[in-house]
């Protein structure tokens, strides 16, 4: 509860995957969680609390979701602690890292097409 490990006031931070020095915020402002080459985060944030989290886990992404006004979120799992979470993709985010995990689901079902007759 020091608060002394808040890294929402730091102006950079250092990718735990690429090791890529990453601006906090994009050319517009806006705050980033994930380092834009690989799109790995880091657990600093507990979303269920809403307060900074013990965790610190490295994060890895695993999907794209799209939101009803068609904006792209890249969805992150906790390779520690296991919490999805959520964040919005950046304009200069890894485009073909994006793009594969948006396809991934449809180039490689993990059951066989037929199983849709059981549903
Ligand atoms: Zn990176
Ligand atoms: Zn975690």
């Known amino acids: 509860m020091s608060g002394t490990n808040d890294i929402s006031n730091l102006n950079t931070f250092t990718c735990v995957k690429c090791g890529r020095i990453v601006s906090a915020r994009t ?8 380092c834009p080459s690989c799109l790995h985060s880091r657990h600093v944030l507990d979303q269920v609390a809403g307060g900074p989290a013990d965790c610190d886990g490295r994060m890895a992404p695993i999907a794209i979701a799209v939101l009803r006004n068609g904006d792209w979120m890249v969805v992150h799992r906790c390779a520690r602690c296991d919490e999805l979470t959520s ?12 793009m594969r995990m948006a396809v991934r689901p449809l180039a490689e079902p993990p059951f066989p097409l037929e199983t849709f007759g059981d549903l």
């Not at 050319?27 to 994930?34: A, C, L």
């Not at 964040?87 to 994006?98: E, F, M, T």
Request: hydrophobic residues 20%; negative net charge.
């Open 27 to 34: 050319d517009d402002g806006t705050r980033r969680n994930h």
């Open 87 to 98: 964040s919005p993709v950046a304009k200069d985010d890894n485009q073909y890292i994006l």
